[in-house]
């Protein structure tokens, strides 16, 4: 994991995760931009679990990081507890700083770096 993957996504997580231990040696790392509210979203995220425990039972791993557009905090909590991966804190600032750089136009939006580089 690079410094730059750090500075790009802090080191700030749900339940006191740090990336360091988050992202470990997985050479990928995932931003799902999702939000319990949206239809497509609730569809499209117990597919995206699926090939995620997929790759977990080969020893790919891919770590995954939700970030919320949910707009109250019961409702991010609840939607993240159906995901096996971590999050951002709700209303985190960081989120909106990634949806701007990497351009996200609508949920669900799956982004995927370079555990290297960011």
């Not at 995760?17 to 499209?44: E, K, M, N, T």
């Not at 989120?95 to 995927?112: A, T």
Request: glycine share 8%; net charge negative; aromatic share 14%.
């Amino acid at each position: 994991m690079s410094t730059a993957l750090t500075s790009l996504l802090g080191n700030d997580f749900v339940n006191g995760a740090d990336l360091a231990s988050i992202v470990g040696d997985a050479p990928l790392v995932g931003i799902y931009f999702s939000a319990h509210w949206c239809g497509p979203c609730r569809q499209f995220t117990p597919k995206l679990k699926k090939f995620y425990d997929t790759l977990v039972a080969q020893g790919t791993p891919l770590p995954i990081l939700f970030a919320s557009s949910d707009q109250d905090e019961d409702s991010f909590a609840s939607y993240f507890a159906e995901m096996p991966w971590h999050a951002f804190q709700f209303g985190d600032d960081r989120i909106k700083v990634l949806k701007k750089k990497y351009e996200v136009s609508g949920i669900p939006w799956l982004v995927i770096l370079n555990a290297k580089t960011g």
